[in-house]
């Protein structure tokens, strides 16, 4: 007797892949629980007819439904590694358990890699026997695209999911690279569950990457064949390597598309700006504020209003990346949605742009104070150390600034130079510090006593206010230099314009402009102004070596 619902199914997906539709495909083998009343007849005929340990009959049964298609035909077909996946999708549906979520994500997981018990003496499953081998498949490859992403969308939710409840892992084997793949300070590293799935899912982000039938990544009009895949594959490897905190990892998938994808301007714009957003915050946590900030302005300008939640996402990296290359977010802005709910963000930015503005150096210790609510806020988003170390430097600007406009001296008959005692700032900055709501200094508990002892070690010395204003000056935030022998800051430039103008240019043109209009990881039609090159492999068939005439 034969399973009557199974072979109709098995029907519909010969006919499906003769037609090559990888949507409708990725529609039929339903992934995620529960299932409708065919499905689950469907599972009861594999259980009473194909039980486990039944594989190769079950292979048997598939190979004789739904034929291999032949090479140069127009009608698709099955192929080996699609056989060998529906083998497994067959295993999963028939032996999920929903409430066991470990073997669950295991399971899902073996559906885009390995899955040693579905090995058999026909068609034995390695490394390379998975979905990832049969979307690489030159013909119908691109087919099972749709359903490879599927399972990497349920892979990537079920793989966070369960990080957030430590105790369902207790029983998940731990993992370990190899020495081989990484270096030897990485291989004793353990990987986590969600750094494991993210790598499972950049070995079909690699197969998209790497397509060259639908004409290479510099091939006018929108990405063809698998290399549609790339962006959504990427997308969610970096959710899972950001969620871990492995921005190595991260870097690895930015390079990649870099040296061969596609302009990202020819995809869908949910696809640009959630690369972007995750574009900005790797370029955020490694100190290129300039760039990040385009790409960060780049991924809101382009999220569509109704977004809240996403452009609220993307507005707290947006806006500090802003405060640090020195331009404050303006009220107009703090009063959109997504900067409202479910929080103000103005409560949190504003007085620290307030302190800055001020040169208020105790108020922006205050502002980011990591026992407050605010500082809290701000280091759950990662933003609160590049604040605190990028834009005290610009506390001390503006301080110096007042500074200069209460004592400092400015000629009107143009005879000498504007200047300002560097003594007068070091006042200032001693009153602040010594107030009595000053930073709490963090001491390691190894070093309690070993604080200075002399009565003023905790006042500001004349050589570190001339070390501020020295720094200001080599970062181009002040103009002028220091004068040793006199103790003097002497601004330079003050003929042809203002003091003020000459002496404290502007943050924002002058912070702004570092990143030369190239973010390295954003591919666009043109860099620098110019077109795209072509691709980076250089032919040196022809070449001879050094000293050889021609």
């Known amino acids: 007797m034969a399973p009557p619902m199974l072979d109709k199914f098995l029907g519909e997906l010969k006919s499906i892949l003769e037609s090559k539709d990888g949507e409708k495909l990725c529609q039929y083998l339903t992934i995620e629980p529960p299932y409708t009343d065919h499905y689950n007849v469907i599972i009861a005929e594999l259980r009473q007819f194909y039980p486990s340990g039944a594989h190769e009959r079950l292979e048997e049964k598939i190979e004789s439904c739904i034929p291999e298609y032949e090479d140069g035909s127009n009608t698709g077909g099955s192929w080996p590694a699609f056989t060998n996946f529906l083998v497994q999708y067959f295993a999963f549906i028939r032996d999920i358990d929903p409430s066991a979520l470990v073997e669950t994500h295991e399971m899902i997981r073996s559906l885009l890699t390995y899955l040693p018990s579905h090995s058999s003496a026909r068609y034995p499953l390695t490394l390379d026997s998975h979905s990832v081998l049969a979307l690489s498949d030159s013909t119908m490859g691109v087919s099972i695209l749709p359903t490879v992403i599927a399972l990497s969308r349920v892979l990537s939710r079920l793989s966070i999911g369960l990080e957030r409840h430590p105790s369902l892992l207790s029983r998940l084997k731990p993992t370990t690279p190899t020495a081989s793949t990484f270096s030897a300070s990485e291989a004793t590293e353990r990987i986590t569950l969600v750094e494991s799935s993210a790598n499972t899912i950049r070995e079909a982000f690699s197969k998209c990457l790497s397509e060259r039938s639908a004409g290479g990544p510099d091939a006018p009009g929108p990405p063809a064949g698998r290399r549609v895949g790339i962006y959504l594959l990427a997308n969610l490897c970096l959710r899972l390597f950001f969620h871990a905190r492995k921005l190595r990892s991260a870097e690895q998938i930015f390079g990649n598309i870099y040296a061969q994808s596609p302009p990202l301007g020819r995809f869908p714009a949910s696809q640009r700006v959630t690369f972007l957003y995750y574009l900005g915050r790797y370029l955020f946590a490694n100190n290129h504020f300039g760039r990040a900030q385009e790409a960060l302005q780049a991924a809101y300008d382009q999220c569509h209003a109704r977004c809240t939640a996403q452009r609220r996402a993307i507005l707290v990296p947006l806006v500090a ?60 988003r990662r933003v609160l150390l590049q604040i605190r170390n990028r834009c005290e430097v610009l506390v001390y600007r503006s301080l110096s600034r007042r500074v200069f406009l209460l004592s400092g001296f400015n000629p009107t008959d143009g005879k000498g130079a504007p200047r300002m005692d560097a ?101 666009t039609e043109t860099r620098n102004g110019r077109p795209k090159p072509g691709g980076r492999v250089v032919n040196l068939s022809g070449a001879k070596p050094v000293g050889v005439g021609a």
């Open 423 to 523: 003594e007068d700032l070091q006042a200032v900055v001693g009153m602040l510090t010594l107030s009595g709501t000053q930073e709490r200094q963090y001491v390691d508990s190894d070093f309690e006593g070993d604080e200075d002892p002399s009565p003023d070690g905790n006042q500001v010395t004349f050589e570190e206010v001339e070390s501020a204003l020295a720094s200001l000056v080599r970062q181009g935030l002040l103009h002028g230099y220091m004068s040793h022998k006199h103790g003097k800051f002497v601004i330079t430039g003050a003929k042809s314009r203002p003091a003020l103008e000459a002496g404290w240019p502007q943050v924002w043109s002058l912070l702004s402009g570092a990143a030369n209009g190239e973010v390295p990881g954003w591919v």
């Open 321 to 380: 990346s802003n405060i640090i290359l020195g331009r404050f977010p303006s009220q107009k802005l703090l009063s959109r949605p997504e900067a409202k709910v479910p929080s103000d963000i103005g409560d949190v930015f504003v007085p620290i742009c307030r302190a800055i503005k001020l040169g208020d150096l105790r108020g922006f210790h205050r502002a980011l104070d990591m026992d407050t609510p605010q500082g809290n806020w701000l280091l759950d």
